[in-house]
């Protein structure tokens, strides 16, 4: 089992910035790729970022591209999402999520590869 608490989270202004923050225990940490998902009232829960066991393969959504970024320390068994230029439509629970991988370069999209969550935190961006 991977227990993962997400920290972070909070209100800021549309512009501002926000660093979450997942701290693993439980199995080794860097074994599992790790992403992070966001939930908005009513909807699914989508992609934002993903990074590979060895923290050098990274992948964004689309929507958060240029402005969000997705590291990992795998001494501290924490991975972080370092999220700038918030705009009003970031607002949602965020997620952290850990997969065991055997590949140290492959990262994961989709919610059903990942076998472990964490609760989440809420990020608030008020326009």
């Known amino acids: 089992q991977v227990q993962l608490v997400e920290s972070g989270g909070g209100l800021v202004q549309a512009g501002g910035s926000l660093r979450l923050s997942c701290a693993a225990s439980?199995?080794?940490?860097?074994?599992?790729?790790m992403g992070w998902f966001l939930q908005a009232p009513g909807k699914e829960r989508e992609f934002v970022a993903a990074?590979?066991?060895?923290?050098?393969?990274?992948y964004y959504a689309d929507s958060v591209k240029g402005r969000f970024t997705i590291s990992r320390d795998n001494a501290k068994n924490t991975v972080y999402l370092q999220m700038n230029s918030l705009k009003s439509e970031d607002t949602a629970v965020y997620f952290c999520?850990?997969?065991?991988?055997?590949?140290?370069?492959?990262?994961?999209?989709?919610?059903?590869?990942?076998?472990?969550w964490g609760q989440g935190t809420q990020v608030t961006v008020s326009s």
């Open positions: 999520a850990a997969k065991g991988s055997i590949s140290g370069s492959y990262y994961y999209t989709e919610t059903v590869q990942y076998n472990y």
């Open positions: 439980g199995r080794t940490f860097s074994n599992y790729a």
């Open positions: 990074i590979s066991r060895s923290g050098g393969t990274t």
